[in-house]
């Protein structure tokens, strides 16, 4: 009989209302923990922003685009956990937040874990080729990204920022979505997702950082250690930067600045309360990412408000 798992919320919808029988599969592809999600699906839905206006598309971001980037992003945030799994089942059964999961712990076996994954990159697969053609080419260049990422806790310290490339890849393809190409403002504001995941990731490693030394696993918040809450200050501040510049060169109006501060409140906030022997409070500042990037989200659609001039005009 499988348990709820440590980083799940304890009343998540799987764990309280899903049948018996569904819950591990529910689990493989993180279904139990949403805020993945999330961050997957967000950058998406910044870079369909941010194109409204750099593309001179004119008003708000689509609404169908936005619900297709939701359910792609649902769907390969569960087919690359699951393909993730798979590379680190061994690695996940030394690990006391992990072991539990339902490959290590014998509930689903290798082979139907890849069946999941295949299943689920057909169905986003089919929901990709609804968009144009850059959007097309974006999105199948991404599986290498996805394909590489379990293997840098191997061979780097920084896996965290390998994530970053992998998980704001949805900028570029939904500012594609719109404009057709891509421009200045999108290279921009995926680098600022580059360096905002650097930081969250950070904090979500602290829940790790003795069973990843046991393990041999190397994470950016191992190789910082104790500079770790300035370390990840530096990379908000450089995300919120790159975000302001994104703004500026894509022609957004000024109703983004305060959602803009906000931002960067959020974040330094987060930085100054991480506590390396909180892993529980680490989590809970991990989590809290949704909410960062829902207001720099509404930032960018408030931007669009027409007549307003640039940012830095």
Same mark, same amino acid.
């Given at each position: ?49 941010? /194109? !409204?206006? &750099?593309?001179?598309?004119?008003? %708000?971001?689509? @609404? $169908?685009?936005?619900?297709? =980037? #939701? ?104 500012? /594609? !979505?719109? &404009?057709?190409?891509?421009?200045? %403002?999108?290279? @921009? $504001?995926?680098?600022?997702? =580059? #360096? ?105 659609? !408030? ?11």
């Amino acid at each position: 009989m499988s348990t709820p798992l440590p980083d799940a919320a304890p009343a998540n919808w799987v764990d309280r209302s899903a049948p018996a029988a569904l819950r591990p599969w529910l689990r493989l592809g993180r279904f139990d923990r949403p805020t993945g999600i999330w961050l997957l699906m967000l950058p998406g839905w910044q870079g369909a922003a941010l /194109a !409204a206006a &750099a593309a001179a598309a004119g008003g %708000p971001p689509d @609404l $169908l685009l936005l619900a297709k =980037v #939701f359910a792609g992003a649902a769907l390969m945030r569960a087919a690359g956990c699951a393909y993730n799994d798979i590379v680190d089942r061994d690695i996940d059964a030394k690990v006391s937040r992990t072991a539990g999961r339902p490959i290590p712990s014998g509930q689903i076996s290798v082979k139907q874990a890849w069946g999941f994954v295949i299943g689920c990159a057909l169905v986003s697969l089919a929901i990709l080729l609804t968009m144009n053609l850059v959007a097309i080419l974006l999105g199948a260049a991404s599986l290498a990204l996805v394909a590489a990422y379990p293997f840098m806790k191997r061979i780097t310290w920084w896996p965290q920022a390998w994530l970053g490339l992998t998980f704001n890849w949805g900028a570029l393809l939904g500012y /594609a !979505a719109v &404009a057709g190409t891509l421009d200045w %403002p999108a290279a @921009l $504001l995926y680098a600022s997702g =580059v #360096f905002w995941t650097l930081g969250y990731d950070t904090i979500y490693a602290v829940q790790d950082l003795e069973d990843d030394a046991l393990a041999g696993v190397k994470s950016s918040a191992r190789r910082l250690g104790a500079s770790a809450p300035g370390a990840v200050l530096g990379f908000y501040l450089a995300s919120f930067l790159l975000a302001l510049l994104a703004a500026g060169i894509g022609g957004l109006g000024p109703l983004f600045l305060p959602f803009a501060a906000l931002f960067a409140l959020h974040l330094s906030r987060q930085a100054k309360a991480l506590q390396l022997d909180d892993p529980m409070g680490a989590l809970r500042l991990f989590k809290s990412n949704r909410e960062a990037g829902l207001i720099l989200f509404a930032g960018l659609v !408030a931007g669009l408000w027409p007549g307003a001039a640039g940012v830095f005009r």
